[in-house]
């Protein structure tokens, strides 16, 4: 589906482009989308280096284990394939709460850990797995308690009331939640091979953390129905 | 309320950077190591990000540019003026899961033209809080790791930023009706 809308939206652009005589617009302005690709990435190093560091260091001393097993009751159902004790529990954990509160440039780093984490169980390295699906989904949909940003720019504009919009985008964000766990609920039913059928190991290239047998025990469980 | 929790979100990184290092340090981590271990780590990752995402950024660039993005809107207005709806706001819905960036100027500029506490201002501030920029957490996370296949990752995402912006409008327009 990305090929189709990547495509789509070059094909359009340029065709669109010719008719309304907007050639040169639309040449310039995909070197300067391929110019702000590279500053975002460039931005996203001394984050990515700080966070990432921080959270070894939270690694190395269990408080990612702790927290794991705080929340892992909810979080184990959206995540059945994913071992318990695994790390991976622990970066989604702390994707999750740092979305919650607002900490964008900390859940990004921490979502990504999460995704690496999750790709040691992964098979097929080129492929998502439903887990990586159910964060992705999570993370688009990103519950957040309180809009820092827009209640800042409301305050800046002279609202009388510039948190009276925190209820609204809350109840908002947990409809948008639900529907990306339900959707997500129902392609992973759909995708998930029978029971008992297919879960043969498929031989994995470099597996330092192979998906041990309860992974696929729990994987056989959500193929077989009744999830959540 | 809101004062506590501005004041609780500005205590909280600082907690966590010094609360972290300090119970590794209890628990004999040597900490500036594992520090500098763990954020050799970072570079790598944002690199890998690069060409994922000045693939999307290219592509959105163009797209509205061309002017290709106001033919889509002018093909969704009859709908929203049927369902009286402010057809204002209906770019974000638009915008909102292609760029982060973007939408928030327009919704900023939306504020200052009809107002914070108009019905617009608030719809489109709600909009804008309450999704997340679908196709760059996806070029972002998944370009980090390598994914290409990314199988039904985007259509659920798509989805639930739809709900999201109809609820989003429903729910302002029945609060502050």
Not at chain 2, 20 to 43: C, H, N, Q, S, W
Not at chain 2, 90 to 108: D, E, K, N, V
Request: glycine content about 8%; hydrophobic content about 50%.
């Amino acid at each position: 589906m990305v090929n189709w809308i990547w495509l789509f939206f070059i094909v359009i652009s340029v065709v669109v482009a010719a008719i309304n005589g907007r050639i040169d617009a639309v040449t310039q302005a995909a070197f300067d989308g391929a110019k702000s690709g590279v500053t975002i990435s460039f931005g996203l190093i001394s984050i990515m280096v700080f966070w990432l560091g921080m959270m070894r260091i939270a690694e190395d001393a269990g408080v990612l284990k702790k927290l794991a097993k705080l929340l892992s009751p909810v979080i184990r159902r959206l995540f059945p394939d994913v071992p318990a004790n695994h790390p991976a529990m622990g970066y989604i954990m702390s994707n999750l709460s740092a979305n919650l509160f607002g900490l964008g440039n900390a859940a990004t780093p921490m979502g990504i850990k999460a995704m690496q984490e999750l790709q040691k169980l992964n098979p097929d390295q080129t492929t998502a797995t439903p887990a990586m699906c159910t964060l992705l989904a999570l993370n688009t949909s990103s519950i957040t308690l309180v809009p820092t940003t827009l209640i800042a720019i409301r305050m800046n504009y002279g609202s009388a009331n510039p948190a009276e919009i925190v209820g609204t985008t809350l109840a908002a964000t947990f409809v948008a939640t639900g529907a990306a766990i339900l959707a997500d609920r129902w392609y992973r039913r759909r995708s998930s091979p029978p029971p008992g059928i297919h879960h043969k190991q498929i031989p994995i290239q470099k597996s330092i953390d192979p998906p041990p047998i309860a992974a696929t025990a729990s994987l056989r469980k959500s193929g077989g129905g009744k999830v959540v | 309320m809101f004062d506590l929790f501005t004041r609780l979100s500005a205590w909280l990184i600082p907690a966590i950077i010094v609360f972290i290092p300090l119970y590794a340090a209890f628990r004999k981590v040597p900490v500036y190591e594992t520090f500098v271990e763990g954020a050799k780590d970072g570079f790598g990752t944002a690199i890998n990000i690069i060409p994922s995402l000045v693939g999307m950024m290219v592509a959105i660039s163009m797209f509205r540019a061309s002017g290709a993005m106001d033919l889509m809107l002018g093909a969704v207005r009859p709908l929203f003026d049927w369902l009286s709806i402010p057809t204002e706001v209906l770019p974000l819905g638009i915008l909102r899961p292609l760029t982060g960036a973007g939408s928030l100027a327009f919704t900023a500029d939306l504020i200052a033209t009809h107002g914070p506490d108009s019905m617009i201002g608030r719809i489109a501030s709600t909009i804008q809080g309450s999704t997340d920029t679908t196709l760059y957490v996806l070029t972002v996370y998944f370009g980090a790791i390598g994914i290409r296949k990314t199988k039904y990752a985007l259509k659920v995402g798509l989805f639930s930023d739809l709900v999201g912006f109809l609820a989003a409008i429903l729910i302002c327009l029945y609060i502050f009706k």
